[in-house]
């Protein structure tokens, strides 16, 4: 080799030892004291060993600072690359807090929007780790990196539904900045360090926490304890994702029998419709080795939702959770199902619906905050749905609620239903009130309220054995019917059968310019 090649090769190593050491040893150490890892410690643990190529590393701010003092700014504050996560391609960015607090520079900004548009044209998962203070300030132009930043949201919106994003929270996420990790697909918390918020006054310690944007705001998926909790956590969705919306989800060889019968699924729904039980039971005995991974576990916890799988296919799993609030449909559970399902619908992820539900909540509240817009919202969503959709009715399946999570004429592929199930406008024992109220009153004046109780049973067994799925389903052409009644230990099989029945379905929609959601 030439003596000529020396002295780059010398400004090369010096410059990537410069951006190994970041914002410099002392802020290093100062992150490790936080109990956080440095960037490059997080994007070593989240990609194969030796994979990981770096991309940007030479970049720094060239813009003046406010004070006059120039710092280190190695990648401009953002380390980033590409390699593979269990042998699967995929491209990372994390922002480095030991640079100038993680602040967004103009050069990152830019960065991060090619880095984007990259994983969307080579069809591959972004993963990002957000921990920065904010935007920086500079003296020309005050908050640098807002003109990228634009370019940034721009590619994060076009390229939504290409490849699946997954966004770590593992230090403070402020400003304008906030609103990256919600625009990926799924956001990850660490319990400790994690913080977003946009901005103003702050009026609870809890505020910007993973507890807060996990049981109020909607806006965290998932809170782990450390760093390599979150890398762990992201790793797990993986393996339930397809690279990009042209692929189907990964096949796992479970071990599992799927034909596998479950006599413990007898035993889970109480005999009488006033109990309720926890849908996680039902879950847990169908899917693969009873391995569920749950999404937004303590947000609107009457609708649980998350990942499993049937005979090693990957499927999204959608139930009503009787056992919190009845198992009703509200704003957070309607919004909560409707972005799951969209999801879904993008990267060809099998929905089943388990439904057992009173409906939508009614009265003044509830429409002051817009519910019939929120569930006008899964009623669009579902109806674009092409993925396949299997609807398994448990036992209530009253009200909108029927028709959102997918009955006959919603057209999903197959509505299997327990023998126990029920159909109807609202609750039989609404129905029984407001049509036989008077025989009801007429019955108390004559023997007293015991004479009025013995009365209303006999009357709500009646509508009850109406509402029943098997009577209702002799009419073929009602939404109110199922496909199959089946025996409950007879779900897991029924539901691999007809997955492996529709892998080759092919379902149209309307040519249009766009759909346009309900507000």
């Given at each position: 080799?030439?003596?000529?090649?020396?002295?780059?090769?010398?400004?090369?190593?010096?410059?990537?030892?410069?951006?190994?050491?970041?914002?410099?040893?002392?802020?290093?150490?100062?992150?490790?004291?936080?109990?956080?890892?440095?960037?490059?410690?997080?994007?070593?643990?989240?990609?194969?060993?030796?994979?990981?190529?770096?991309?940007?590393?030479?970049?720094?701010?060239?813009?003046?600072?406010?004070?006059?003092?120039?710092?280190?700014?190695?990648?401009?504050?953002?380390?980033?690359?590409?390699?593979?996560?269990?042998?699967?391609?995929?491209?990372?960015?994390?922002?480095?807090?030991?640079?100038?607090?993680?602040?967004?520079?103009?050069?990152?900004?830019?960065?991060?929007?090619?880095?984007?548009?990259?994983?969307?044209?080579?069809?591959?998962?972004?993963?990002?780790?957000?921990?920065?203070?904010?935007?920086?300030?500079?003296?020309?132009?005050?908050?640098?990196?807002?003109?990228?930043?634009?370019?940034?949201?721009?590619?994060?919106?076009?390229?939504?539904?290409?490849?699946?994003?997954?966004?770590?929270?593992?230090?403070?996420?402020?400003?304008?900045?906030?609103?990256?990790?919600?625009?990926?697909?799924?956001?990850?918390?660490?319990?400790?360090?994690?913080?977003?918020?946009?901005?103003?006054?702050?009026?609870?310690?809890?505020?910007?926490?993973?507890?807060?944007?996990?049981?109020?705001?909607?806006?965290?998926?998932?809170?782990?304890?450390?760093?390599?909790?979150?890398?762990?956590?992201?790793?797990?969705?993986?393996?339930?994702?397809?690279?990009?919306?042209?692929?189907?989800?990964?096949?796992?060889?479970?071990?599992?029998?799927?034909?596998?019968?479950?006599?413990?699924?007898?035993?889970?729904?109480?005999?009488?419709?006033?109990?309720?039980?926890?849908?996680?039971?039902?879950?847990?005995?169908?899917?693969?080795?009873?391995?569920?991974?749950?999404?937004?576990?303590?947000?609107?916890?009457?609708?649980?939702?998350?990942?499993?799988?049937?005979?090693?296919?990957?499927?999204?799993?959608?139930?009503?959770?009787?056992?919190?609030?009845?198992?009703?449909?509200?704003?957070?559970?309607?919004?909560?199902?409707?972005?799951?399902?969209?999801?879904?619908?993008?990267?060809?992820?099998?929905?089943?619906?388990?439904?057992?539900?009173?409906?939508?909540?009614?009265?003044?509240?509830?429409?002051?905050?817009?519910?019939?817009?929120?569930?006008?919202?899964?009623?669009?969503?579902?109806?674009?749905?092409?993925?396949?959709?299997?609807?398994?009715?448990?036992?209530?399946?009253?009200?909108?609620?029927?028709?959102?999570?997918?009955?006959?004429?919603?057209?999903?592929?197959?509505?299997?239903?327990?023998?126990?199930?029920?159909?109807?406008?609202?609750?039989?024992?609404?129905?029984?009130?407001?049509?036989?109220?008077?025989?009801?009153?007429?019955?108390?004046?004559?023997?007293?309220?015991?004479?009025?109780?013995?009365?209303?049973?006999?009357?709500?067994?009646?509508?009850?054995?109406?509402?029943?799925?098997?009577?209702?389903?002799?009419?073929?052409?009602?939404?109110?019917?199922?496909?199959?009644?089946?025996?409950?230990?007879?779900?897991?099989?029924?539901?691999?059968?007809?997955?492996?029945?529709?892998?080759?379905?092919?379902?149209?929609?309307p040519e249009k310019k766009r759909f346009i959601k309900p507000a």
């Amino acid at each position: 080799m030439g003596k000529w090649m020396d002295g780059y090769l010398d400004k090369l190593e010096a410059k990537r030892l410069e951006s190994q050491l970041g914002g410099g040893q002392d802020r290093q150490d100062l992150q490790h004291s936080l109990g956080k890892l440095t960037a490059r410690e997080r994007l070593e643990l989240l990609f194969d060993k030796g994979t990981f190529d770096e991309l940007g590393a030479l970049t720094r701010d060239i813009r003046p600072p406010l004070d006059g003092t120039q710092r280190p700014s190695p990648g401009d504050g953002v380390v980033m690359g590409g390699g593979q996560i269990n042998g699967r391609n995929a491209l990372a960015f994390c922002m480095d807090f030991t640079v100038m607090a993680g602040a967004l520079g103009n050069q990152a900004a830019w960065m991060l929007a090619d880095l984007v548009k990259k994983a969307g044209d080579r069809r591959v998962p972004l993963i990002g780790m957000m921990d920065s203070a904010g935007s920086r300030i500079s003296v020309r132009d005050g908050y640098t990196g807002l003109n990228g930043l634009g370019r940034l949201f721009k590619y994060m919106s076009q390229y939504s539904g290409i490849s699946p994003r997954i966004m770590m929270v593992l230090g403070p996420c402020t400003g304008p900045l906030a609103a990256l990790p919600v625009m990926g697909d799924f956001r990850i918390f660490n319990e400790e360090s994690g913080f977003l918020w946009l901005g103003g006054k702050i009026e609870s310690e809890e505020a910007g926490t993973a507890e807060f944007h996990m049981e109020k705001s909607g806006q965290c998926d998932f809170v782990v304890d450390t760093d390599e909790d979150a890398i762990d956590k992201a790793k797990e969705i993986l393996d339930f994702l397809p690279q990009s919306c042209w692929e189907m989800p990964p096949y796992v060889e479970t071990g599992d029998d799927p034909e596998r019968r479950d006599e413990g699924l007898l035993d889970v729904m109480p005999e009488n419709v006033k109990f309720t039980y926890d849908v996680h039971e039902i879950i847990e005995k169908i899917v693969d080795n009873g391995e569920f991974l749950e999404v937004q576990e303590e947000y609107a916890t009457h609708l649980v939702v998350g990942f499993a799988r049937i005979g090693g296919h990957c499927v999204g799993i959608v139930a009503n959770n009787p056992d919190e609030m009845s198992g009703v449909f509200e704003i957070d559970s309607a919004d909560k199902y409707d972005r799951f399902m969209n999801f879904l619908d993008a990267f060809n992820i099998p929905i089943i619906t388990m439904v057992d539900s009173t409906a939508y909540v009614p009265g003044d509240k509830w429409e002051r905050l817009g519910i019939i817009r929120h569930g006008a919202k899964n009623l669009h969503s579902y109806s674009h749905l092409t993925t396949q959709k299997i609807t398994v009715v448990l036992r209530r399946s009253y009200g909108g609620s029927n028709i959102v999570m997918g009955c006959a004429q919603m057209h999903p592929d197959v509505v299997f239903g327990w023998p126990c199930g029920e159909f109807a406008p609202t609750g039989p024992e609404s129905i029984v009130q407001a049509i036989f109220h008077k025989e009801l009153a007429k019955a108390e004046e004559e023997g007293g309220k015991e004479k009025r109780e013995e009365y209303y049973e006999m009357l709500l067994a009646s509508v009850r054995e109406q509402f029943n799925i098997m009577q209702h389903s002799r009419d073929w052409t009602s939404y109110y019917m199922v496909e199959e009644a089946i025996d409950p230990r007879d779900t897991r099989a029924k539901i691999y059968r007809t997955l492996v029945a529709t892998m080759d379905k092919y379902e149209d929609l309307p040519e249009k310019k766009r759909f346009i959601k309900p507000a």
